[in-house]
């Protein structure tokens, strides 16, 4: 595998930047929608409550998860996702030639669900694909406010999502000549999102990223192929759009990077271990933390984690379901840590949740005090296990 000599420098500085301060305990971004917030969320759609209202109760709600978060003991914090309807629609939605409309969805079925489930929206590539003035940005700043010692993560979806998704639609509509033409676009739009949270403060940016994990699952790579997607290189060519996107992010700024399978509404999508991608993902792509699923035999064992080089780079295992309720043992947990350790040295690893609580505002099937006895679970098996 071939790595520019240039990226693969700037990628070792900032894995020892990230490896002087890891974290051992983290949450992947999301958090379940409070009462009061889709009560107030209801009310706006009804018309009876006002947009300045509706962001007042939310920007009063994102304090008080803030204030949580710490207060469990986490020391990377997020604002939940708690102004989205989705983890990915709102971001790639406020991008120029990328529109959300209001009209329902409906979301393939899989081995976890039927068919029927629905998003009340649709994305769709309109116009060419580039950055701009986007809330996201505005909306960080207010997380930071409140983060105080805490570092301050913001997640957006992976660039290769709306590729994956939606790029042979926009061929399709003749807005783009080919797929090449569409990656080379979000790369540069990307890099505009890098450079405005940078400059807004942002020290800890996380790509949320479903493709890497759907390219593992052998079912989900037939589809995409038969659909015209998929090809070989098509992995690294993400990895290429992923590193030009990061490459002038600020000294210290660290790069996550989630995997998911799915999870709306608990339910899953596709299944297979990393090994597919696992190289790649860790010698390929210049990003120092890593969030991996590890809470079902859907992701396979640790031995992907052979690939993980030396050095600053962070292995995040999701151990801790999110997808329900029931707390996991400290005993399985620490005995799974074990495990991954034969693979990856143990500095180099971390726990988590293996995915957000609520990829949409719907939430999972858990309730938030199981959320929050989860998250300490996380901070109190960390600490035990590596005394930080």
């Given amino acids: 595998m071939v ?22 305990a983290e949450h992947v971004g999301s958090l379940l929608r409070p009462a009061e917030l889709r009560q107030a969320r209801e009310r706006y759609d009804a018309g009876s409550l006002s947009a300045g209202d509706l962001r007042s109760i939310e920007d009063r709600e994102i304090a008080r998860a803030v204030a949580m978060q710490r207060e469990v003991g986490l020391r990377s914090v997020t604002d939940g996702e708690l102004r989205r309807l ?19 969805a409906a979301i393939p079925g899989s081995a976890a669900r039927t068919a029927g489930f629905v998003h009340r929206h649709r994305l769709a590539i ?6 701009q003035r986007h809330q996201f940005v505005d909306d960080f700043r207010l997380l930071a406010e409140h983060a105080g010692d805490a570092i301050a993560r913001q997640t957006i979806p992976s660039p290769s999502f709306l590729h994956f998704r939606f790029g042979s639609q926009a061929v399709a509509a003749g807005i783009y000549g080919d797929l090449e033409a ?26 949320d990223d479903t493709t890497f994990a759907m390219m593992c699952d052998s079912k989900q790579v037939e589809q995409a192929t038969t659909a015209g997607i998929y090809r070989p290189e098509l992995p690294r060519r993400y990895a290429d759009v992923i590193n030009t996107a990061i490459a002038d992010r600020p000294a210290g700024m660290r790069i996550g990077i989630h995997l998911c399978r799915g999870n709306f509404r608990s339910t899953w999508v596709a299944s297979g271990g990393y090994e597919p991608v696992a190289d790649l993902l860790f010698n390929a792509i210049n990003a120092d933390v890593y ?24 292995v995040v295992l999701g151990i801790v379901t999110s997808k329900n309720g029931t707390l996991e043992s400290k005993d399985l947990i620490k005995r799974r840590i074990e495990e991954a350790a034969r693979y990856a040295p143990l500095e180099q690893l971390a726990l988590s949740p293996q995915c957000g609580f609520a990829s949409s505002e719907e939430g999972n099937t858990l309730t938030e005090d199981q959320q929050w006895a989860k998250l300490r679970l996380c901070v109190e098996v960390a600490r035990e296990v590596w005394g930080d």
Avoid: N
């Fill in 3 to 24: 790595v520019d000599p240039k990226q693969q420098r700037h990628g070792q500085r900032d894995q020892e930047t990230a490896g002087e301060s890891r974290i051992r």
């Fill in 86 to 104: 989705y983890w990915h629609f709102d971001f790639l939605g406020g991008l120029a030639g990328v529109r959300m409309s209001r009209e329902q």
């Fill in 126 to 131: 309109v116009g060419p694909i580039a950055w």
């Fill in 182 to 207: 569409v990656a080379a676009d979000l790369a540069r739009a990307y890099a505009g999102a890098v450079r405005d949270f940078g400059a807004a403060g942002c020290r800890y940016l996380q790509f």
């Fill in 291 to 314: 969030f991996l699923e590890y809470d079902s035999d859907r992701a396979g064992g640790f031995e992907p984690l052979r690939f993980l080089p030396p050095g600053g780079k962070t």
